[in-house]
C-alpha cells in the first residue's frame, strides 16, 4: 500500500518531517478513528482534501466533470445511433458487400483495445495528414461554472477524435447486439402479420421491430455504463484531455487518496443512477413492465 | 454423453471452420514464439549488458540506417522492437493465463456452492455479484490499482482476478442450476451421496462446458486489460517488458515520424488478440448445441 506521506512530504524530507507531515493530516491515528472521521465526513458531502493541492477533493473532481461529460455524452449518442443504424442495416441486407464490410470491421473493432484506436486516430488524423488537432480541448467558453466546448469551432474539432474513440468499442457492441436482435425478431409472426396489414417497410422495421430489439440493447448499454467510465480514464489520457479521468491517473501516480476515494464514490453515484435510468426506459420501451 | 463423442464432433466442428484453422494456428505461432523468446530473440532487451547508445531509435531494417540484429528497428534506450515484442507477448500470455486460472477456478468454485446450496450463500454470491458487474472489470482493476499504489505482475494479476472472478460464477452457477434438476443428480441423492461427492463428481464435470466460452473470451478481455494497464503506467513495473508499455513508449515519438515504435507492437497485440477471438468464437459456437 502507498504511503501518502512519501509523496506529501517529498523524497528528501527528514523523518521527523515526515511524522509532522503525518499529524497534520491524521494519518497518525489508528485505521478505524481515520474511517470513522472520513464517514462522517464524507455523508456530509466533504470527502476531505486533496494531499497534493490541498483544495477539496469534491471540487477538483467536479471542476473537471463538465469535460468528461461532454465527451462521454456524444461519445454515446454516436455509438447508439451509428451502433443501432448499423445493425439495423447489416441486418436487413445481410449478404450485400456493404454488410459483410462492417461486419468484418467489427471484429477487428472489437479486438482493438481503446488506447490503440486512440493513437492509430492521431497518427492518422493529426501526424499524417494534420486534419485534426491530437490533444487538449481547444478554445472553451465558460458559462456559470460550466466550462464548454461546443460553442467555437476550435472546441468541436477537438471534440471529434476522442469522442470518435470512445465511441468505438461500445458501437461494435451495440452493432452486434442490434443485428442478433432484429435477426430474430423478423421471424416472428407479429412481424408478418404487420407485413400483411401492407405497412410500410420503415413502419415495420422501426415501430414494431425495432422496439422489441431495443430492450437488450438498452440493458447491455446500461450494464457497460460502467466501462463507458473506465474507457474515458484511458481516452482522456491519450488525448489529453482535462477530465477526470485524467485527473484520477494522475491521481493514482501522486497516491492521492482523497481524490481516488472522491472518484469511487462519484462513479458508484453516476453507475447507480444511470441503471434506476434504465430501469425507466424499461417501462417506455415496453408497456408491459410495470413497477409496483 | 462420452468424452470421445465430444472430442470426435469438437473435432469434426473444428475441420470444417476455416476461421477457427486460422485463429488457432495463429495462436499456436505467437504461443510457441512467446515460449521460446529466449532461444528466437536476437537480443535479451531486458540485460543491460547488451544495450548500446549507438542503437538507440534505429529504423526497421529495410529503411536508411538501419541495422542488422533490429529486424523492427530499436526503441530510446537501443532496444530491439522484435526481440521486446516476443518478450511482451511473454507477459500479456502468462498475465492472461494466470488470470483465467485463478479467477476461473475460484469463480467456478463460489458459483457451483450458490448454484448447489442456494439460500443465503446464493443470495450474499449474487449481490455481491451485481456490485462488481456494474462497476466493470476495467473499472474496478484501474481503481484497485489505485488503491494498492504500487504496479507490478504481481498486484496486476490480482487485481484483474478480483475484478474478473464474478464472469465465472454467474456462468457455473447458471449452468448448476439447470443440471440440479436432472435426475440422476436426485438419484446420486437418493443413493445417500455426500454433499461433496455430489459437487465434484456429478455437478463439476456436467456444467463446465460453459465456462471454456467463458476463459477463451476472457483470455482476449484480459490481454487487452493488461496492455492498457501498463499503456497507462499502472500495469507491469518498468523492468518488465510488456506491449502496452512499449506502445506508450513509443507513443512519445510518433510526431517525430519514427511510427515502428507504435505500430509493430500494436500489430501483435491485436494479432494475439484476434487470434483467440476467431477461436472463441469457433468454440462457442461448437459447445452450443450441449449446452441448451
Known sequence: ?????????????????REAVRKSFGLDKPMYLQYAKFLSNAVRGNFGKSYVSRTDALQLILERFPATFEMALCAIITAVFLGIGL????????????????????????????????????????????????YGRGDT?????????????????HLILPVLTLAMYQLAVLLRLTRAGMREVMGEEFIKTAWSKGLSPSRVIYKHALRNVLIPVVTIAGLQFGELI??????????????????????????????????????????????????????????????? | MNNRFIKSKLLNNFLHDPSAIIGSALLVLLLSAALF???????????????????FLLPPIWMDGGKAPFILGTDDQ??????????????????????????????????????YYGGKIDAVMMRLADILFSFSTTLLAFLLIGIFREGGLVVIIFAICIANWVKYARTMRGSVLEIK????????????????????????????????VVIAVDLAVVIMLEATLSFLGVGVSLTEPSLGMMISIGKNYIYAGMWWMVVFPGAALILLVIAINLFADWLRDALNPKIT
Open chain 2, 37 to 55: 523468446a529466449p532461444l528466437i530473440a536476437p537480443q535479451d532487451p531486458y540485460d543491460l549488458e547488451t544495450l548500446s547508445f549507438d542503437n
Open chain 2, 78 to 115: 537501443g532496444r530491439g522492437i522484435f526481440s521486446t515484442i516476443l518478450f511482451g507477448c511473454r507477459t500479456s500470455l502468462l498475465v492472461g493465463f494466470s488470470v483465467v486460472t485463478l479467477a476461473g477456478s475460484f469463480g467456478v468454485f463460489m458459483g457451483l456452492l450458490a448454484g
Open chain 1, 1 to 17: 500500500m502507498g504511503d501518502p506521506v512519501l509523496s506529501l512530504a517529498g523524497r528528501y524530507a527528514t523523518l521527523e518531517e
Open chain 1, 87 to 134: 445493425g439495423i442495416l447489416v441486418s436487413i441486407k445481410p449478404d450485400t458487400l456493404k454488410s459483410r464490410f462492417i461486419m468484418a470491421s467489427s471484429l477487428i473493432n472489437i479486438s482493438l483495445p481503446t488506447f490503440l484506436t486512440g493513437i492509430i486516430f492521431i497518427m492518422v488524423f493529426a501526424v499524417w495528414t494534420n486534419i485534426l488537432p491530437p
Open chain 2, 181 to 212: 434438476e436432472e435426475s440422476y443428480i436426485m438419484a446420486a441423492h437418493a443413493s445417500g451421496a455426500s454433499d461433496f461427492r455430489i459437487i465434484f463428481k456429478y455437478l463439476l464435470p456436467n456444467a463446465i462446458a460453459p465456462i471454456f
Open chain 1, 230 to 292: 473506465a474507457f474515458s480514464i484511458v481516452t482522456e489520457t491519450i488525448f489529453q484531455w482535462p477530465g477526470m479521468g485524467n485527473l484520477l491517473l494522475i491521481s493514482i501516480y501522486e497516491s492521492d487518496q482523497p481524490v481516488i476515494v472522491t472518484y469511487i464514490m462519484l462513479a458508484a453515484t453516476i453507475i447507480i443512477m444511470i441503471n434506476i435510468l434504465v430501469d425507466i426506459m424499461y417501462a417506455f420501451l415496453n408497456p408491459k413492465i410495470r413497477y409496483e
Open chain 1, 141 to 157: 467558453v465558460l458559462i456559470g461554472s460550466w466550462r464548454t466546448g461546443f460553442l467555437t469551432l476550435s472546441g468541436l474539432k
